[in-house]
């Protein structure tokens, strides 16, 4: 098998209830079926086999001082997103055993600075399917980043979500048609 599903930033603060992100991204995180989107393929990738890999973020408490930080980074901050309950896998899209966790990112890519491209070069994955938060943002990244490292690169359009529905489409029918290999359905993936 030379491809992997990777998940990026299936953390309670984005799809949980209870999370602190929840308020903002439920309504396109229900038009899209993230949740159930993302359940179907991380079934569907470890029923044929395939390496299903995440890529989570690191939590706001962590204190990390940037030199130049970016609204976001300092939003992850101050209001410590990703930080204890937040930063912990939503039950229902936790890895599983036999699944790879890579090492935390710091900003957007799940290929920044942590070991997913050693891990996935050292099981032979020439391709990845990419699913999870933020559309236009940390999967929009990890998917760039994936094509400039040499992989080929699929996003999964209803199993990842944005903020608001402009920021999902900027990314979906805007930048990522043009930046990735393909885009697909989970129901294309699963089939």
């Not at 962590?62 to 997103?81: A, G, K």
């Not at 997913?116 to 940390?138: F, K, P, Y």
Request: proline content about 5%.
């Amino acid at each position: 098998m030379t491809s992997a599903l990777v998940v990026v930033d299936p953390l309670n603060d984005f799809v949980s209830r209870r999370g602190k992100g929840w308020p903002m991204l439920r309504y396109m995180a229900n038009d899209v079926g993230l949740i159930p989107n993302m359940r179907a393929a991380i079934t569907a990738a470890r029923d044929r086999g395939m390496p299903v890999v995440y890529a989570p973020h690191r939590g706001g408490g962590e204190r990390r001082t940037y030199r130049y930080p970016t609204p976001n980074q300092d939003v992850i901050r101050l209001i410590r997103f990703f930080d204890g309950f937040g930063g912990r896998f939503h039950p229902e899209l936790a890895p599983a055993a036999g699944d790879f966790v890579a090492s935390l990112h710091e900003v957007s890519s799940g290929f920044g600075g942590t070991d997913l491209d050693a891990h996935l070069r050292s099981v032979g994955i020439e391709e990845i399917v990419i699913c999870g938060l933020l559309t236009n943002t940390c999967v929009e990244s990890t998917a760039r980043h994936g094509v400039d490292l040499g992989y080929h690169v699929t996003v999964l359009t209803d199993a990842v979500a944005a903020w608001t529905p402009a920021d999902h489409d900027a990314s979906v029918n805007g930048s990522l048609r043009h930046v990735v290999h393909k885009l697909m359905t989970t129901t294309e993936f699963v089939s």
